[in-house]
């Protein structure tokens, strides 16, 4: 989302090539409708065409779908030096667009019986039994107080467990909490470089901590989803890359999709970029290398530890537009999928959330959700953003989804990724 830090750009800190669109099904509308369907499109191209010619943005890959018609374009290169162009099957990092994955993948326990939403943590995660919470936020770790009561299941998938990152007065300022966690190695921010622990380790390490706030209290971003990946699999009894691939990815057949990728996959991801400071000039950054996705992280993370590719994410977002059905089978109660994509936060929790990331949304289960009409859609639009330049939404109102992949940093924070959904939202076919 726009949020650099919370999935990494805190640490990251040409000419346009020819595009390929899916021809679009008959969606029975008139010929005014299809009209304005393809002049939308229209004008998304050539916004997205210009970022890259001007040198915003390496290249990209994104996807518009309504009511039939899949519209899919990809634009530049895997590098700067466009040796290499885009394609439909080009694999993403897409960092933050992992937590909805995860969230599902956790309504699907809950619909076993295996998690209940009100039920603590402590269960399968004794770790976290008995908190302590700070006295003050930036204060000494020994001056705390008892939680109130336990973190919840619910806790984790609205961020309101009491932990996340703080993005004011500045981003991870050096409170005692935060310089405990770097030196625990737990990268409770950035998606790289990865934390070295397991995650039985991992969850050990962050039990050492105090919360920041009361459960229940505040949103917060991005811990939940860390640990909410380890309680998925002590709740399935197996790895989260496991449980992942076979509640939701087999099913859906997101085959390119994984915490790893085969080494000729891997070959396929383009460099991360990110603008110098100084230059403005986009630069590839050190982090991330493709080779890294070639093994098995020790931590496979629920926050922002994904792989995947425009047609994956396609089928992950159809099935939650369709209620929960994917390829012709439920993986999802209706039930489910209104919680995910419902927003759970109070007026207050909201107003003290600040503007920043959520930007005047609220929050469902692992994802945004717009609470007020704004330049892209009526309330009900839900989706999120990956802070290595990736973005996506569904509106259940227009039957709409909106897919952009780049590995360019800057998408998001230089009005590419806004640019993106505006006119995506645009283009579709009212009525």
């Not at 346009?16 to 304005?36: C, D, F, I, N, W």
């Not at 002590?234 to 994984?258: C, N, Q, V």
């Amino acid at each position: 989302m726009r949020d650099t830090a919370a999935v990494g750009v805190s640490a990251v800190a040409g000419g346009v090539l020819a595009g390929a669109s899916a021809a679009p099904a008959s969606a029975g509308g008139t010929g005014e409708r299809h009209q304005s369907w393809r002049s939308g499109l229209s004008r998304l191209h050539d916004a997205m065409a210009a970022r890259v010619a001007q040198g915003r943005l390496v290249g990209l890959v994104y996807l518009v779908a309504q009511r039939g018609r899949v519209h899919v374009e990809t634009l530049g290169s895997l590098a700067l030096d466009g040796a290499e162009p885009m394609r439909r099957g080009t694999p993403f990092r897409i960092a933050s667009m992992t937590k909805p994955v995860v969230a599902a993948a956790a309504m699907t326990l809950v619909e076993e019986g295996r998690l209940a939403l009100h039920e603590p943590v402590d269960r399968l995660l004794p770790e976290l039994a008995g908190r302590r919470v700070l006295s003050r936020v930036d204060g000494p770790l020994d001056q705390t107080v008892p939680a109130s009561r336990p973190i919840t299941v619910e806790d984790l998938l609205t961020f309101r467990l009491g932990h996340g990152l703080i993005f004011e007065p500045t981003f991870q300022p050096p409170y005692p909490v935060i310089e405990a966690a770097k030196e625990l190695q737990l990268v409770m921010a950035e998606p790289d470089p990865r934390t070295p622990h397991p995650p039985d380790e991992w969850i050990r390490r962050f039990g050492a901590l105090p919360l920041m706030h009361q459960p229940g209290e505040r949103w917060q971003y991005n811990t939940g989803s860390l640990v909410l990946g380890v309680l998925v699999a002590r709740a399935a009894g197996r790895p989260l890359p496991e449980f992942l691939r076979d509640r939701l990815f087999r099913p859906l057949g997101m085959r390119h999709t994984g915490f790893s990728l085969p080494a000729a996959d891997a070959r396929r991801m383009p460099g991360l970029y990110a603008a110098d400071p100084e230059t403005g000039q986009l630069r590839l950054q050190p982090v991330s290398p493709p080779q890294e996705w070639t093994r098995p992280p020790a931590f496979p993370s629920g926050a922002a530890g994904l792989v995947s590719t425009v047609d994956d994410y396609l089928a992950f977002s159809r099935m939650l537009l369709d209620g929960g059905v994917g390829h012709g089978r439920r993986l999802l109660s209706a039930e489910s999928v209104r919680l995910l994509t419902t927003n759970h936060l109070t007026p207050q929790q909201l107003a003290s959330a600040g503007q920043y990331p959520l930007v005047g949304r609220g929050w469902g289960y692992g994802m945004g959700v717009s609470v007020v009409p704004d330049e892209i859609s009526e309330p009900g639009r839900y989706g999120w953003e990956g802070g290595y330049g990736t973005a996506w939404f569904n509106d259940p109102n227009r039957d709409l989804i909106a897919i952009a992949l780049t590995q360019t940093v800057d998408f998001l924070f230089d009005g590419g990724s806004d640019e993106f959904q505006r006119l995506a939202a645009a283009a579709c076919v009212r009525g």
